[in-house]
C-alpha cells in the first residue's frame, strides 16, 4: 500500500531548516503534554528487507552528504520504510532531552509531546539507538545530559564507560 498523503501529515507543526542537523520538524501551535501529534508512516518491510535498504540509503547518504536512512524499528520481525516526502515525521530530529516520544501504538507508530511545547520549538524524539556503531552516530542536540552519540537513554551508563566519561551521578 502506498500511504496516502495526509496521513503523515498535521496541522499541529511544519519543516523548517534546523540548528541540529538539515532539516527538522517545528511545532506551528503551542501543544499540550501528551498530546498525539503526528504519524510516522511507512512501508512495512521485513528486517531483511530492511537491512538491504538501509545499507543503500547509507551509501547513498554517504555519496551526497544528505541524511538518508529513514527506517523506523516497528517491532523484531517488521520495519517501516519511512523514507518519502509525504511522512514528515521522518525528519524529526533526535534529542538526549527530547520533547516527543515515538509509540507503537498496534502497529502504527505515533509521536507523542512527552511535555508542554511552545509554538516554535523543534520537535525531537530520542531514537533509542543502542551501541552498535554508536561512532557512526554523534549527537550535536546540545543538551547538558548530551553523551556525544546518539544512543538509548539505557545505553548511557555503558556508552560514557566506553568513552571514558565519569557515571552521571558521580560528585
Ligand atoms: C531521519 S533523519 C532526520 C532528518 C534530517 N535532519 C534530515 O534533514 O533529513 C536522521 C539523520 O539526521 C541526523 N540527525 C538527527 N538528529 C541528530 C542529532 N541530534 N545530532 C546529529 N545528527 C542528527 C543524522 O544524520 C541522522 O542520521
Ligand atoms: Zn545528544
Not at 499541529?12 to 503526528?38: M, N, P, Q
Not at 515525521?89 to 507503537?104: F, G, K, M, Q, V
Request: glycine letters at 10%.
Amino acid at each position: 500500500m502506498t500511504p496516502s498523503q495526509s496521513r503523515g501529515r498535521s496541522k499541529l507543526c511544519e519543516v523548517r531548516d534546523s540548528r541540529i542537523h538539515g532539516r527538522g520538524v517545528y511545532a506551528k501551535t503551542a501543544i499540550r503534554d501528551t498530546t498525539r501529534i503526528i504519524e510516522y508512516i511507512g512501508e512495512k518491510i521485513t528486517k531483511e528487507e530492511s537491512e538491504r535498504r538501509g545499507n543503500l540509503q547509507m551509501e547513498r547518504s554517504q555519496a551526497t552528504g544528505e541524511a538518508g536512512v529513514y527506517i523506523f524499528t516497528l517491532d523484531e520481525k517488521w520495519d517501516l520504510d519511512g523514507g518519502f516526502e509525504g511522512n514528515i515525521a521522518r525528519l524529526i530530529n533526535h534529542s538526549c532531552d527530547p520533547n516527543c516520544e515515538a509509540y507503537n501504538e498496534r502497529g502504527r507508530i505515533w509521536i507523542w509531546s512527552i511535555r508542554n511545547i511552545e509554538a516554535g520549538e523543534e520537535l525531537l524524539f530520542n531514537y533509542g539507538f543502542d551501541l552498535e556503531n554508536y561512532r557512526d552516530h554523534p549527537c550535536r542536540c546540545g543538551s547538558p545530559r548530551c553523551p556525544g552519540y546518539i544512543a538509548g537513554e539505557e545505553y548511557w551508563p555503558e556508552l560514557r564507560r566506553l568513552l571514558g566519561l565519569p557515571p552521571e551521578d558521580a560528585p
